[in-house]
Nanobody, 125 residues
Framework: QVQLVESGGGLVQARGSLRLSCAAS????????MGWFRQAPGKEREFVAT????????AYADSVKGRFTISRDNAKNTVYLQMNSLKPEDTAVYYC??????????????????WGQGTQVTVSS
């Protein structure tokens, strides 16, 4: 089973930036789409961003479009989420996830089978 370890979360002021990283174990990372999701207190987990296996194709939730950028480095088995112009409503635990099927990615939780433990992002006003 793949292990996904997120890092880079923390406390930041509104309009600040953070870069999340997600390091994956295993040798097949480059064959799978990856996604970022988040869960705010009292809310359901929601889609944030996804990137396909090669890094060519990405998609974002409307709430983060233009502010967040997902990228990946297959040589390092790592996916990133660059978060700029952060808002208090971005406060949540952020999770990275690996798609269930090779060469596929998507915006729904059921399309992902391996999840990290999450990293807390807190944006103060």
């Amino acid at each position: 089973q793949v292990q996904l370890v997120e890092s880079g979360g923390g406390l930041v002021q509104a309009r600040g930036s953070l870069r999340l990283s997600c390091a994956a174990s295993g040798r097949t990372f480059s064959m799978y789409g990856m996604g970022w999701f988040r869960q705010a207190p009292g809310k359901e987990r929601e889609f944030v961003a996804t990137i396909n296996w090669s890094g060519v194709s990405t998609a974002y939730a409307d709430s983060v479009k233009g502010r967040f950028t997902i990228s990946r480095d297959n040589a390092k088995n790592t996916v990133y989420l660059q978060m700029n112009s952060l808002k208090p409503e971005d406060t949540a635990v952020y999770y990275c996830a690996k798609a269930i099927r090779t060469f596929r990615s998507g915006i729904f939780e059921h399309e992902y089978g391996d999840w990290g433990q999450g990293t807390q992002v807190t944006v103060s006003s």
